[in-house]
């Protein structure tokens, strides 16, 4: 996972910098049942421009997936300062070999909670962590379909039906060609060639971990930098909803 973390030496008000501090613990600490599961921090940060903070901790339990493939559990917690979105707690699984992130919407198990700025959202943490289940029921299903995935065999042909469903184009025009060429050389050479997918080669679970590494790691981003790719993979959007496509469709195949 990609460390993000920056600290900012700011000669504003002390007591607003002192509020934005207690914001972070109130909202983002892993005290309580977390921690006495053996949870630890990873990783902290800022996003958009310092309005959104995050928190990431690794929970104990690593799900090998095959018995071969090891995928680590992250509880993300993101927060904004501005009250503009919710503080969310998501379940995010990565993949060792490469830091794909897993994270994605399974229709049988809740993988985030959200609750609103307001004055009783402490008192809701409590409930956030029950609904998560402390992430275990959602890493049950995802490893369980996971281990479907890495037993199944997919074809060359198989894959580039899935890349052609996924990231479909109106446009007849050169660039749009040239885009979407290019985009299918770079997913086909990781999931026939690349060597992170060396021991899980031809199998669905490959493809899947080709579509992730691809968009946490080479999909364009504005601005550019490891940073930019570092939060559209932490806010998720329009990359969490292609894997949760390219999961579903290998799934079903």
Known sequence: MTNTSHVHHNPEDSSHRRRRVASTQRHATPDGPP?????????????RGGRSVFLSMKLPRTMNIGGIDPVDLYLIAL??????????????????VC??????????????????HTSGARGNIAQAREA?????????????????????RLTDAQFAQIIGKLWTTES??????????????VLTGLFSDA?????IRGTRWAGYQAITEYLDHF?????????????????????????????????AL
Do not use: C, W
């Open 172 to 185: 007849d025009s050169k660039r749009s060609a040239a885009i979407t060429a290019n985009r299918a050389d």
């Open 195 to 199: 060597p992170t997918n060396a021991n």
């Open 132 to 152: 998560l289940g402390l992430t275990f029921k959602y890493a049950e299903t995802f490893e369980r379909e996971a281990e479907q995935m890495i037993q199944a």
């Open 35 to 47: 921690e006495r599961g053996g949870a630890h921090f990873e990783t902290a940060g800022s996003l």
């Open 99 to 116: 830091a794909n992130t897993q994270a994605l919407a399974l229709r049988r198990a809740q993988s985030s909670f959200s609750i609103r």
């Open 79 to 96: 927060n904004s300062h501005d009250g503009t979105s919710a503080f969310r707690l998501l379940v995010s699984p990565v993949r060792v």
């Open 219 to 251: 999909a364009p981003v504005a601005g550019g930098t490891d940073t930019a790719r570092a939060e559209r993979v932490a806010t998720g959007g329009t990359v969490t909803t292609v894997k949760a496509r390219a999961f579903e469709m290998l799934a």
